[in-house]
């Protein structure tokens, strides 16, 4: 599909983009703001999401919100917090888009580390249920919210020796169509998955480390997909997977 996004599409959003410091995110985090939207910036490394804050605020859009969080290690107590302080001082959450992951090791199960084999799940299948559960009362005062799950090609076919990652997408995959169906009619939240495919960044170099970077498309080739996600011009979407090479 050809989408150009309108230049206010998502003027008065208030967004959550996790993983916003670095690859993906924040390119979506910087489109976003570009776009209108106020965006809070969720991330491990503080260092990195004050140089999104930065670039966003040079650039003249809207201020974001910082919320340095570590989902490796996160307890839901600070995660309430998080959705209090957005209640307070925006009253509502209009999208949420669950970015951050990490890939693991590339190994076969029969010898995977068992802590790492945690923190994986933690991270990319734990701590983005906790998030979404926890910002769902935030994201239904909003006249129509986008929550957006990003998966991977194996997330839908599990493929030998992507161990937790494989996992934890294949899950994560399964929990996004439970909220799809149970929100769709008791809510103005539309769910959906995105499928980045290979895109230049630090996972994916780490994940392919002979591939040539030049050959692969970069994080703002997506976000025309990614905009159309988050914007109005996607009300009523609702629990299908967006490959971003095929849409
Ligand atoms: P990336 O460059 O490695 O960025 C990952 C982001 O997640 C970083 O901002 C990182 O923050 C954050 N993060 C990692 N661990 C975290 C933690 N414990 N707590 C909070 N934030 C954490 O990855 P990417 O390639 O942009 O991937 C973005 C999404 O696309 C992921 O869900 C990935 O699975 C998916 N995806 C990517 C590709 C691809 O080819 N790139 C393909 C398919 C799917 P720090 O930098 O501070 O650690």
Same mark, same amino acid.
């Given at each position: 599909m050809l989408y150009e996004a309108p *230049? /206010?599409?998502? @003027?008065n959003k208030i967004l959550l983009v996790t993983? *916003? &410091?670095?690859?993906i995110g924040r390119v979506a985090a910087r489109t976003y703001a570009a776009h209108g939207a106020t965006v809070i910036l969720l991330g491990k490394t503080t260092a990195k999401l004050e140089a999104v804050y930065d670039e966003i605020v040079a650039a003249g859009h809207p201020e974001p919100g910082i919320a340095p969080m570590d989902l490796a290690n996160v307890e839901p107590q600070a995660i309430q917090e998080l959705a209090e302080v957005i209640e307070q001082q925006? &009253?509502?959450? +209009?999208g949420l888009l669950h970015n951050a992951s990490i890939l693991g090791d590339r190994a076969p199960l029969e010898h995977y580390d068992l802590n790492l084999w945690s923190r994986v799940i933690q991270v990319n299948l734990n701590a983005v249920f906790m998030l979404t559960r926890i910002l769902l009362p935030a994201l239904r005062q909003s006249a129509q919210a986008s929550l957006l799950f990003t998966s991977s090609s194996v997330g839908a076919t599990p493929r030998a020796y992507w161990g937790p990652y494989a996992v934890s997408k294949y899950g994560m995959e399964g929990m996004a169509k439970l909220f799809a169906e149970e929100l769709e009619n008791t809510s103005n939240i539309r769910v959906n998955i995105i !499928? =980045?495919? *290979? @895109?230049?960044t630090r996972m994916r170099a780490a994940a392919? =480390? !002979? /591939? !040539?970077?030049?050959t692969v498309k970069v994080p703002e080739d997506l976000m025309p997909l990614y905009l159309y996600l988050m914007g109005? +011009?996607? *009300? &009523?979407? !609702?629990g299908k997977t967006f490959n971003a090479n095929s849409w």
């Open positions: *230049a /206010e599409l998502l @003027t993983g *916003a &410091g670095d690859g925006y &009253g509502r959450l +209009d !499928n =980045p495919g *290979a @895109t230049r392919y =480390p !002979n /591939e !040539n970077p030049a109005d +011009d996607s *009300a &009523g979407v !609702n």
